[in-house]
T-cell receptor
Framework: NAGVTQTPKFQVLKTGQSMTLQCAQDMNHEYMSWYRQDPGMGLRLIHYSVGAGITDQGEVPNGYNVSRSTTEDFPLRLLSAAPSQTSVYFC??????????????FGQGTRLTVV | AQTVTQSQPEMSVQEAETVTLSCTYDTSESDYYLFWYKQPPSRQMILVIRQEAYKQQNATENRFSVNFQKAAKSFSLKISDSQLGDAAMYFCTRGGADGLTFGKGTHLIIQP
């Protein structure tokens, strides 16, 4: 089973360039999200989606765009890369557990370096 | 802001011994979930164990168990019979409809 597939695994960008991190899930989950992981910071929520056509901001949304045209895909766009966006990015797909709660399954992460 | 605090940046344990990782959290919700995720050097985030807040019984998964103290908002992870493969970053996480809130993690070292 594929689960959550993230591409690419590694990427180097120059300041000002744009790019899209791809995320696809085959578990038919309504909820998907993007996190970034910085040293000593744990993971922080960038954007999330509770279903196709619905997205919302998380804790650190500035500099990133998302869209959700299908249940399966949730790409993350960096509009104009900055060195502060150097990080490891994780996409997660979540199933509902209990009332209003979710359990996340993560992709393998993308290590992004902005020079 | 609803926070998760892991006060041990790094822990070390001898192989085959038991270690406990600490976690406290803050929430205004009455129904929520708590998780421990493991991140080995491969970077993959792996779900270790899950606790539902309305269940008083502590969750157990093989060598992994939790001590959930709801009133104290405490959620510690106990690893019994530690193995070299347990070496990793461990993240305490609170779940919610708007995403997960992570602690900063505890780096677990297993001494052979």
């Amino acid at each position: 089973n594929a689960g959550v597939t993230q591409t690419p695994k590694f990427q180097v960008l120059k300041t000002g360039q744009s790019m899209t991190l791809q995320c696809a899930q085959d578990m038919n989950h309504e909820y998907m999200s993007w996190y970034r992981q910085d040293p000593g910071m744990g993971l922080r929520l960038i954007h999330y989606s509770v279903g196709a056509g619905i997205t919302d901001q998380g804790e650190v949304p500035n500099g990133y765009n998302v869209s959700r045209s299908t249940t399966e895909d949730f790409p993350l766009r960096l509009l104009s890369a900055a060195p502060s966006q150097t990080s490891v990015y994780f996409c997660a797909s979540s199933r509902r557990v209990g009332a209003g709660n979710t359990e996340a399954f993560f992709g393998q992460g993308t290590r992004l370096t902005v020079v | 802001a609803q926070t998760v605090t892991q006060s041990q940046p790094e822990m070390s344990v001898q192989e085959a011994e038991t270690v406990t990782l600490s976690c406290t959290y803050d929430t205004s919700e009455s129904d929520y979930y708590l998780f421990w995720y493991k991140q080995p050097p491969s970077r993959q985030m792996i779900l270790v164990i899950r606790q539902e807040a309305y269940k008083q019984q502590n969750a157990t998964e093989n060598r992994f168990s939790v001590n959930f103290q709801k009133a104290a908002k405490s959620f510690s992870l106990k690893i019994s019979d530690s193995q070299l493969g347990d070496a990793a970053m461990y993240f305490c996480t609170r779940g919610g409809a708007d995403g997960l809130t992570f602690g900063k993690g505890t780096h677990l070292i297993i001494q052979p």
